[in-house]
Structures are given as structure tokens and as C-alpha cells.
């Protein structure tokens, strides 16, 4: 009986013994998966958080090169509203420039004029630098498209030609046009100097520095400030002058 006690008792520490290297493995396996979780976690960390550079420069791309993979990556947004950017900001362009004068068709050949010059816009973003406000700014460097000032001499000497010769026409007896008829002549004109110059070749000036602020909104997400994007828009493209068509 002693002997069997013995046995039972030997038995019973060879199945303590390997319950314990059981449990010893199976805390094993449990730490490792802890481990990959948290290494895991701390990658999406690093991958997700806030990068200002890489929200600058999706940001740029989306509202002048109509690119919206990496924007709609970043905010969270499909890609039809992120193209919806782009023609939000062509539709503000062309309501500055409506005009009754402008026909229908004249006024398409302008949009579509338009975003080929947006689209070549010039600007490289620069380095980041955090502020004590959680804030950060972000380092510009722009060459202005000059079409518009390239071109607005020779605008300006076929629209006095245009309107020498309505001059000439009248003198000899003809009719004198609308003022809407007229403008509606001088945006053509305009229009077929800009096209000529752009098949030609888009021209950029001298290098310019801007910087800026990218800053949580009211809603807690980043965003760039809109003063900042306003003077960004007047660098970009080159004013003509005070005067226009």
C-alpha cells in the first residue's frame, strides 16, 4: 500500500510537472501575442499620426492638381468628395470672373482653360516645426505661373485694335454695338491670347517663401489657415495688374 502511495505520489509530481511546463508555455504564447499587439499597436501608432508635411502637400495636390488618393487617405473622405475639392475651388474661380458678357460656350472654353492652368502650379513644401500650441508651420516654396502678366501687354494692344476698328466702322456709318456685345468680343479676345500663350508653355517667375499654419479647426481636426490659403493662392498665379478684361 505504501509502494502504491509512492507511485501515485511520483505519478502525481510527473503530472504537476508537466502541467506547469503546459501553463509555462501557454503564458508564453499569451506574452508573445501581448508583445505583437503592442509592437502592432505602436506601428499604426507611428503610421497614423499627424503628419503635417504629408497633410500639406495632400492638401495642395487635391485643391490644384485634382489628386485625391492620398487626401481622401488622410481625411477620411471618399474619392468623389475629394475631387469635389478641386471643382469647388474652379467654381469659385469662375464665379469672380462671370460675366453676362461671357456666351455659354466661351465661358466653358475658360473653365476648361482654367484647370489646365491650376493644374500646373508650382510649389514645393519645405520642413515642419511644431509650436507650443500644438500648432505647426509648414515651410513653402513657390514659383508663380506669369501667364497672366506674360501676356497682358499683347491682351491689351489687340483689345485697343478691336476697338480702333469698331471706331473705324462706326465712323463710316455702322451701327455702334452693345457694351455687351463688345465685352463679350474683348473676353474672346482675351481668352485666344491666354490659350496660344498656354499651348506654348506655361512660365514661372522667381522663387517665393510662404509659410503656413496648419491648426485644429472647431471640430478638432487640422486644417490650414485660411488667410494662409488666400495669400497662397495669390502667389501661386501672377496678377495681370489692376487692370483686366
Not at 46 to 58: E, G, I, L, S
Not at 124 to 146: A, C, N
Request: charged share 35%; net charge neutral; aromatic share 10%.
Amino acid at each position: 500500500m505504501q509502494i502504491i502511495m509512492k507511485r501515485g505520489g511520483f505519478f502525481m509530481d510527473e503530472k504537476n510537472k508537466k502541467n506547469k511546463w503546459k501553463n509555462k508555455k501557454i503564458l508564453g504564447c499569451i506574452l508573445t501575442v501581448i508583445i505583437m499587439v503592442a509592437t502592432a499597436a505602436g506601428i499604426y501608432f507611428y503610421m497614423n499620426r499627424f503628419d503635417p508635411v504629408r497633410y500639406v502637400q495632400a492638401v495642395l495636390d487635391v485643391s490644384y492638381k485634382e489628386e485625391t488618393e492620398e487626401y481622401s487617405k488622410m481625411t477620411g473622405t471618399s474619392r468623389k468628395e475629394a475631387e469635389a475639392v478641386f471643382e469647388k475651388n474652379l467654381d469659385v474661380t469662375m464665379e469672380k470672373f462671370h460675366s453676362s458678357a461671357i456666351s455659354e460656350e466661351l465661358e466653358k472654353k475658360y473653365r476648361i482653360l482654367f484647370t489646365q492652368i491650376v493644374r500646373q502650379v508650382n510649389y514645393q513644401i519645405g520642413e515642419s516645426e511644431k509650436q507650443k500650441d500644438g500648432s505647426y508651420i509648414v515651410e513653402l516654396e513657390i514659383r508663380p505661373v506669369t501667364l497672366f502678366s506674360d501676356t497682358y501687354e499683347t491682351f491689351q494692344s489687340k483689345a485697343e485694335e478691336y476697338a480702333q476698328s469698331i471706331t473705324n466702322k462706326v465712323m463710316k456709318g455702322m451701327e455702334i454695338p452693345s457694351e455687351e456685345e463688345m465685352q463679350g468680343q474683348v473676353y474672346q479676345i482675351y481668352y485666344d491670347v491666354l490659350n496660344e500663350a498656354l499651348q506654348e508653355g506655361i512660365r514661372y517667375g522667381d522663387k517665393k517663401k510662404l509659410k503656413l499654419h496648419v491648426e485644429k479647426g472647431e471640430d478638432g481636426a487640422y486644417e490650414i489657415r485660411e488667410k494662409d490659403r488666400r495669400k497662397l493662392d495669390q502667389l501661386l498665379v501672377e496678377n495681370a495688374g489692376k487692370n483686366s478684361a
